[in-house]
């Protein structure tokens, strides 16, 4: 797997382009040897609305039959999750008062196709009919006010088609100056198969890769990230493994672990790259690239590489 890992430093991605893609090429001849993204505004568009949910910053998303091959959505339903979401509704260009928030929440979509009226989103309430969070931390190390930042996911083939879900444990700080919060550990969610909102049959468990400096490198969480590399997720060339991509100090470094599929809550499984091999050493982790983000995606590509968009 050293040649799919280290093919993410090889490939070149543009975005925020909104011209045609052979228009962008001959303007700088440079994007024909890289990667071209362009615009989708039918996608950002679904997401355009004016009453109840009406904006979130972090998205994930995952399909409910485990197949992760690019095209393939229009076979199943596809679960996407947000984080710290606005619901109220929007007169003219204003907020109007009365409106919520939620650190995070879910939504469906039916299909492949950019449909709004195939999207929809769930929230939870409380006895008084306030919007609450979909998901709350219950693990061992939460704490009262504790509350979570939603990574990335999957679904497991080899766990009884378990949907697993990272989860940033987040602490408010009072006169924490422009950002009054840090995160202060890392869960996982596992939606049993068939599980609908609000998952009253959730597990979640606490997991012991976060660090607040590790081996001197700065901060380093993972989750950010997820590839599938298995038969159920069709990947290319599956090995049996699922790789957890994780961000490390200030430079963000990308650095990744691997554990087989049917092992994956088994922590003492995990293996890291070293740079040489996959090691038992956390501290160990050999970044394979740098500036990136703590939202993220790692994802093949038709041709089989791999390619991460950030």
């Known amino acids: 797997m050293k040649t799919t890992l280290m093919a993410l430093t090889g490939i070149l991605l543009f975005f925020g382009c909104t011209e045609p893609v052979e228009e962008a090429k001959k303007e700088n001849p440079e994007l024909k040897k890289g990667i071209v993204a362009t615009g989708a505004s039918q996608w950002d568009q679904m997401l355009l609305r004016n009453e109840g949910w009406i904006g979130a910053d972090g998205v994930y998303a995952v399909p409910l039959n485990g197949v992760e091959t690019p095209g393939k959505a229009a076979e199943t339903e596809t679960l996407l999750w947000f984080s710290d979401n606005i619901w109220g509704k929007i007169s003219g260009d204003t ?9 995070n929440c879910v939504a469906y979509l039916k299909g492949g196709e950019a ?20 998901f709350e931390p219950t693990t061992p190390n939460a704490k009262p006010g504790d509350y979570y930042w939603l990574g990335d996911g999957y679904f497991n083939h080899a766990l009884d088609s378990t949907i697993y879900i990272f989860a940033y444990r987040i602490q408010n700080i009072p006169d924490g100056g422009i950002y009054p919060f840090d995160d202060v550990g890392l869960s996982l969610i596992a939606i049993p198969r068939g599980s609908r909102p609000p998952f009253t049959d959730q597990r979640q468990l606490d997991v ?36 957890i991509y ?12 691997r554990v087989p599929e049917k092992e994956f809550e088994t922590f003492g499984a995990w293996r890291f790259w070293d740079g040489a091999g996959w090691s038992s050493d956390v501290h160990r982790c050999a970044a394979i690239s740098n500036r990136v983000s703590n939202e993220m995606s790692v994802s093949f590509m038709e041709d089989g590489r791999v390619i991460a968009a950030y």
């Open 95 to 103: 907020l109007a008062d009365g409106w919520e928030m939620s650190n």
């Open 246 to 257: 994780g961000v490390r100090g200030p430079q963000k470094e990308l650095v990744v672990a």
């Open 208 to 243: 012991p890769f976060f660090y607040k400096n590790s081996g001197g490198k700065g901060k380093l969480v993972f989750g950010v990230a997820i590839l599938a590399n298995t038969v159920g997720a069709r990947a290319p060339k599956p090995d049996g493994f699922i790789y």
């Open 115 to 134: 449909d709004s009226s195939q999207l929809q989103f769930h929230r939870r309430y409380n006895d008084k009919g306030q919007t609450l969070s979909m």
